[in-house]
């Protein structure tokens, strides 16, 4: 894997950084915002909250900081709350290497705890953000205090092969500005139109380009180390992979897992709320 991440072009760019200013606007007010640097260019951390054992979100494709804006109150009067823009994707994160694979996925991801200044951290990553937070846990584990992972991609079984065929038409110049919010609201359940995350969302896929290795499952003995408490949340209708073969792995696997299959959906601000019942000290 070669090359790096970036917005189609200038004009793009500027499209997109209106429809992210218009989300900042949504969100509530951060406590500070840094750019941390690492081996692989500057992440973009917002905190939120003040008090309480540190807390991480990973946010899934192109959805950025903005995708947690309905959990973010909750979690903030319990946590010290810090949200992330991933490396090599949309958002106010820079990428200047490549990001080739997993190590370097765990690597970057561990030089920005460490440029904040925490030992150790409790995650919550959301889709693609769970398999982020995964593989933190799998090759750093002493960095990971708790998991809370919402639907996580490649973790406990793998992407059909029908989810990357539906993707396909959606980087298409031709035909992507009808194939993409026909794919988001198959993926998600929701016209993107009608959220600001959404909007967010749907102009990532539109205007940026993404150059990341695809995730690599884990296998049974990287899944059955993690001695950390682990939630592992799976929706019921997810399109991610096999939601009763994702179910079942995680339970026969996890040593210390709560693993929950939802009927439908995973709503950001119900996954808060079932965090804040596992994560220690809420």
Known sequence: MSGLGGFRSAGKRARYEAVYDEALRAMPEPAAVRDLPTAFGAVRVYRFGTGGEPLVLL??????????????????????VHTVDPLGEPGRSEQTAPVRDGADQARWLDETLARLGLGRAHLLGVSSGGWLAANLAVRRPERVASLTLADPVATFAPVPPGLVLRALPVGLRYVSSWAR??????????????????????????????ALPRPVPFTDEQLRALAMPVLAIIAGRSVVHDPRRAYARARALLQRGEVELWPDAAPVEEVAERALRFLPGS
């Open 181 to 210: 919010p026909r794919f988001l609201r198959w993926a998600t359940g929701a016209d993107p139109a009608d959220t600001v995350e959404g909007r967010l969302l749907s102009a990532g896929f539109q205007h940026f380009r993404t």
């Open 59 to 80: 946010p899934g494709r192109c959805g950025t900081s903005v995708a947690f804006r309905a959990g973010i109150p909750a979690l903030a009067r319990r946590h010290c």
